[in-house]
């Protein structure tokens, strides 16, 4: 029988076969993959999907449960080979590591304890906590019974938590007392209280001890992580779930309001972020991977946790900041544990290059085999900084396009095994069918071209609906081009048919490489009592690759105390979280309109970015004398 390693493709022409099979017959070529897994019954079809409807199935009545996958598959054939190497944010603090069997043991005794409560499968479980190894343990542990977990990122306010809480409907919030971020402690518990108490669904509360920090403590809902699990049994019989179950739900901001809770499957998610990690970071079984990563985003989940596990990796999880105590904490931490494998965000490179190469220089970075980047488009400047100083011009970088919807890599090179541009994620990963479209919704025929990306043929990873609102998840990524998913990013192909990511095409602004809807922030804004309508836009930033620009208009211009802009951006951080926080706030008395009263963000984006040579013809505006006025506040910003 063939093992997932069979599949790695080694070669540039192993690759081009592949990417062929692919096409010429998707499910021959994710049937063989997928056969490398566990199943508890085989599969009757391959593949099931209608993007009218829209609906995809994969593995249709196959059945399995993803940790038996990701851990007891392991422990029988390397019970002590390192699974998890957790570095605390303080470096003077222990490492802990966990085997596969010491992990697949934590997991189970956690799962006995959410079972103890009644939580069973199908079950919404909310879990906010910080980069401890126990979020991975409650990750999984809701997996083994096949309850559903929804990670909330720890950066994000009681708001958010709440909404987040509140639209899956989830029974038990696992969290912590606190986190420590650099030199920061964050109040988690205090947050999650706050939440809880706007949320009617959660029945307990588990808490995991890590700051140590006073909370206040509710008898009734409360339960410390070390006496739910105190005297629980470390076996625990994995739940059989259909491949099409849901896994898990992760929120991302869309065009509205709304946060979207993205669902996906059990069994199709499995295959692809194992497939795609093995492949794309040449993942070997020595090697030691390294995602700086939060769990509470998608790169998290898929390489973090499922599929590194799912590939028997040794992964490092760190809890800290690049910056603490010092900025070279990163390269410290890639010596210490000899890092094969390196993912980071751009963000954090541009950071990064803004500090003395001496740095580094104190550290020996030769066990890095991999550099990989994921987030946002990485500009040729950090590329390049990348590349010097990190990979020393002979590590390849892997450039991984993706989204939370997407589940897993679809565009990227393979390290050092297809060719790298600068700037560019690459060609499509075997099974990934791309078009590039243009206004019309054409595809677009020559090789060169810019224009709307989208994929036309489903993959294993792709999330299966919207939590609660399928007639959306149609909506936003179906209807546009029918019959083909769109990811709402535009991208420019050269001639040997790379891909360079352009950015997105809608009102998402990705900030320091999160992904932020304008609209939530928007309707954030408006909750201030002095603020009757704004416009938030992204421009471009040297370090967060965008940053945010705020129009507001006040009820009272004359009311303008010092501490105004202070307090609306509270009021964002309080909604949201800090990530959203706009960076620049300008009051002003109208924003462009069109006679159909839509505002014009385009305007905005061009006045905030300092294009005001660019704006192109603004006299069909409702009331293009708007402009002028807010050119001229700019030049006193
Ligand atoms: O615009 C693209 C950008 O991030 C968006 C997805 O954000 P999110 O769902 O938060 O997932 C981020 C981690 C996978 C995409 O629509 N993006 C992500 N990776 C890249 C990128 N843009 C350019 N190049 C990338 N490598």
Known sequence: MKKLADFQLRSQAAYQEAYRYSVDNPTEFWAEIAATFQWQQPWKNVLKHDWTTPSTEWFVEGKLNITENCLDRHVAEHPDKEALIWEPNDPNDTVQRYTYKSLLEAVSRFAN?????????GDRVCIYMPMVPELTIAVLACARIGAVHSVVFAGFSSAALAARINDAGCVLLVTADGAFRGDKKIPLKSIADEAIAQCDTIKKCIVFQRTFQTVEWNNRKDIWWHDFIDGLSDKCAPTLMDAEDPLFILYTSGSTGKPKGMVHSCGGYMVYTAYTFMNVFQYQPED???CTADIGWITGHSYMVYGPLACGATSVHFEGVPSYPKWNRFWEICEKHKVTQFYTAPTAIRSLAKHPTKLIEDYDLSSLKVLGSVGEPINDEAWNWYNTNIGKEIVPIVDTWWQTETGGVLISSLAGVTPQKPTYATQPLPGIQVALLDQNGK????????????????????ARTIYGDHQRYKEVYFSAYNGRYFPGDGALRDKEGNYRITGRVDDVVIVSGHNLGTAPIENALNEHPAVVESAVVGYPHSIKGNALMAYVILYDSTEVVPSLVDEIRATVASQIGPIAKPDRVLFVSGLPKTRSGKIMRRILRKLAAGENDQLGDISTLLNPAVVEEIIQSLSKE
């Open 113 to 121: 304890g959410l079972k103890s409560q009644g939580i069973k499968k």
């Open 288 to 290: 030691i991977y390294w």
């Open 443 to 462: 595809p677009i025929i020559e090789k060169e071209a810019e224009g709307i990306l989208t994929i036309n043929y489903p993959w294993p990873g792709i």
